[in-house]
T-cell receptor
């Protein structure tokens, strides 16, 4: 069964550094998402992406965040200047349609030192 | 911020028992999904319910969407140790999915 893959599984970065989290969505899916889950807290929506542009973003997704689909397969989340509070699991998801079920990757654990 | 409250937050039961997990909100959702999440992994979709009052069964799991589409329940019959995990509901309103607070289930052999 096709799946969403995320790399790396764990990223350790110094505070203030830029980090790029990578995702390969399911190949025939058109909608892509990033979520964050801080340890012990619930999954929080960050951003949705369709047709090469952001379709919706939450208040968490501020100017330090950006997303990109640089080629036909990858979907990336960039955090420009990381803060300690950015430490979390970051999940990528994709769906075939706008309100269709989302399929999640296994996440990237981001640790900011 | 849409708030989806799940109850109970933690549940520990013996193998073979039945249980129900609740997902409640004051908001109306166009659809609601249930996921199960294992430690270190992403949420895995179990079911999507769309119509108020809809009931879906997945083997020993029964999902119900409230008539007003504000709440949902997950009932597990004869729980097994393999059912252990974090159960999450997620409601769709507008273009966003809002996740619930989660129910951590442990089934003791």
């Amino acid at each position: 069964e096709p799946e969403v893959t995320q790399t790396p599984s764990h990223q350790v970065t110094q505070m203030g550094q830029e980090v790029i989290l990578r995702c390969v969505p399911i190949s025939n899916h058109l909608y892509f998402y990033w979520y964050r889950q801080i340890l012990g807290q619930k999954v929080e929506f960050l951003v949705s992406f369709y047709n090469n542009e952001i379709s919706e973003k939450s208040e968490i997704f501020d100017d330090q965040f950006s997303v990109e689909r640089p080629d036909g397969s990858n979907f990336t989340l960039k955090i420009r200047s990381t803060k300690l509070e950015d430490s979390a699991m970051y999940f990528c998801a994709s769906s075939i349609g706008r309100n269709q079920p989302q399929h999640f990757g296994d996440g990237t654990r981001l640790s900011i030192l | 911020t849409q708030l989806l409250e799940q109850s109970p937050q933690f549940l520990s039961i013996q193998e073979g028992e039945n249980l129900t997990v609740y997902c409640n909100s004051s908001s109306v959702f166009s659809s609601l999904q249930w996921y199960r999440q294992e430690p270190g992994e992403g949420p895995v979709l179990l079911v999507t319910v769309v119509t108020g009052g809809e009931v879906k069964k997945l083997k020993r799991l029964t999902f119900q969407f409230g008539d007003a589409r504000k709440d949902s329940s997950l009932h597990i019959t004869a729980a097994q140790p393999g059912d252990t995990g974090l159960y999450l509901c997620a409601g769709l309103t507008g273009n966003q999915f809002y996740f619930g607070t989660g129910t951590s289930l442990t089934v003791i052999p």
